[in-house]
């Protein structure tokens, strides 16, 4: 017990002591992130959790670029792995730590949402984000591959999935392509897209330098509890698991 003791003070004088712990972080995942930094801060007072958010793929560049970033959290497997593979990311710290659920959101009750109901050309404009960088904007075109606007439907393109949001909670948008966890308790009117009609969108992520209180942090969102967060939050865990890649 005195050992044990020794050990968990120890750890949280190393996580204390260091330097602040940078995470870039899909947009989609941003606000659960910062309910899990909070959670975190209940057991470790003293962790200093930096987060910078934006596209998957404008963070993948950035880090190719050398921002210093500890710990990379994508919403797609390509680009961690990608990562992994040129030498930014440690390659035995990739894993799934979520998966994303696609939904058409319109913050108007009435709203019908549906595939017939975009293929009829009923609501416009509808928001996505950009398919090149980011995962949610390239699951929302699988989706209108199978049901095609019409010509009279405007398609606005957002920079990344919370733009797409932005853009229909301010009203410049009539429905958005999201991220459930998003939505899922602002009302409205939303179509959960069923799973089948798009890839998987299976958010990895992975650890960039060693530091200690980085590996801290990231183990800390794969914990039990970490993970029953992830879940009431909007996102499916049961592909998670131990998948080290």
């Not at 966890?181 to 890839?199: F, K, N, T």
């Not at 800390?220 to 865990?237: D, H, K, N, P, V």
Request: net charge negative.
């Amino acid at each position: 017990m005195k050992c044990l003791l020794v050990s968990l003070l120890a750890l949280a004088s190393t996580i204390a002591g260091a330097e602040p712990v940078q995470v870039a972080v899909s947009a989609n995942f941003s606000s659960p992130l910062k309910q899990l930094v909070q959670r975190y801060h209940q057991q470790y007072p003293r962790a200093d959790i930096q987060i910078t958010v934006g596209s998957t793929g404008k963070l993948a560049a950035q880090i190719r670029q050398g921002a210093p970033y500890d710990i990379f959290l994508a919403a797609d497997a390509r680009r961690p792995q990608e990562l992994a593979s040129e030498g930014w990311i440690q390659a035995g710290t990739v894993r799934t730590y979520a998966i994303g659920r696609l939904v058409l959101w319109s913050p108007d009750a009435g709203a019908v949402l549906d595939g017939s109901s975009l293929v009829a050309g009923m609501v416009t404009p509808v928001a996505m984000a950009n398919a090149r960088t980011a995962p949610y904007g390239e699951a929302a075109e699988a989706v209108l591959q199978q049901f095609p606007l019409p010509d009279s439907v405007t398609l606005v393109q957002a920079e990344n999935v919370a733009q797409s949001y932005h853009f229909a909670h301010s009203g410049a948008a009539e429905a958005a392509f999201v991220g459930l966890s998003q939505v899922q308790d602002q009302g409205g009117r939303q179509w959960r897209i069923p799973d089948a009609l798009y890839p998987l969108i299976r958010q990895q992520g992975g650890v960039l330098r060693g530091m200690p209180a980085a590996q801290h942090f990231y183990d800390f969102l794969f914990s039990g509890e970490a993970q029953e967060m992830i879940r009431s939050l909007g996102y499916r865990t049961d592909e998670v698991a131990d998948d080290v890649e």
